[in-house]
């Protein structure tokens, strides 16, 4: 199979294309990014065919490729309170594009989207979305992808574009950018600084590694229902409360390094998927323990100083600006 990945140079899509190469080395990948602020060759494997250039410009990269798989996005929330323009135009517009590009192309379409866009739950719900469960976005980010995924599914509908969606709950690991909160609390710990936990602490959220991720996305392209979604979760909670101090423990770092700032606005409280649907119909069940995947990651922060030094100044939102 021949792969077009977009959003590559970012957390998830870099992974994936690493765990794509180590599981299929006889396919070839090409990489499409737009190298934004969260975008970082380094973090492409070497040795990888690499075109930079937005997805709302894709079309010329999609000669011969059997399948996209779509990454690309605009992916932090504190940034899209504050810029909310650039979330609608690449995950709503270039999305849009890039299915339009992939039409004419006669590629089939894996998309990436969140458990983000089906709102939040109460933090005592004891229910969980399903992948029938209305959509509603809270927030900027929440919204963009929400409209990227019903534009998916009016490709699949209007014009047969063989698509699949996969809606993923939080993902951890390397090579994640220093603004999201694992990588955050982890850099800045290693740095002596202060973790920025919302008042709202006890805010929970569905962990996954990202590994895991790539996985079910893999089960999804070679076996998973044209037109269908899938979720794909662990089921493991944590809030950020506690991962500032898994994080402090881990690192035999003093707790009172935990810092209370004000609350984003649109703070969701809680996410957690009902992911039945993909263990039953394709066999995908997570393998990573958290416990052990939160330490494995810390330590490739502590070890690899190199890849995220660089990006600091770079983060892009100052956490309680909005206050
Ligand atoms: N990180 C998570 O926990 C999580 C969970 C569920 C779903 N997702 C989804 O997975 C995808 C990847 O997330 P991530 O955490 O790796 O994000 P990321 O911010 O690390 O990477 C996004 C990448 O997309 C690129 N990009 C941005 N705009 C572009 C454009 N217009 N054209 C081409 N490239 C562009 C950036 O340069 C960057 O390399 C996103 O669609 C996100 O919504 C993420």
Known sequence: MHLLVTGAAGFIGSNFVRYWLRHHPSDTVVVLDALTYAGNRASVPDGVEFVHADIADAAYALTGVDAVVNFAAESHNSRAVQDPQAFFTTNVLGTQRLLEASR?????FHHVSTCEVYGDL????????TEESPYRPRTPYNA?????????????????????ITVCANNYGPYQFPE?????FT??????????????????REWLHVDDHCAAIDRVLHDGRLGATYHVGSGVEASVADLAVSILDRLGLPRDLIETVPD???HDRRYLLDSTLIRSELGWQPTIDFEQGLTKTITWYEENRAWWEPLLDRAAVNEGAWA
């Open 264 to 266: 984003r606005p649109g």
């Open 187 to 204: 850099t800045r710990a290693l740095r002596g600084l202060p973790l920025p936990v919302y008042r709202s602490s006890a805010n929970r």
């Open 104 to 108: 004419r192309a006669g590629a089939r």
């Open 144 to 164: 963009s992808k929400a409209g990227a995924d019903h534009a998916v599914r009016a490709y699949h509908e209007t014009y047969g574009l063989p698509v699949t």
């Open 180 to 184: 999201k909160v694992i990588p955050l």
């Open 122 to 129: 109460a933090l005592d719900d004891p229910g969980a979305f």
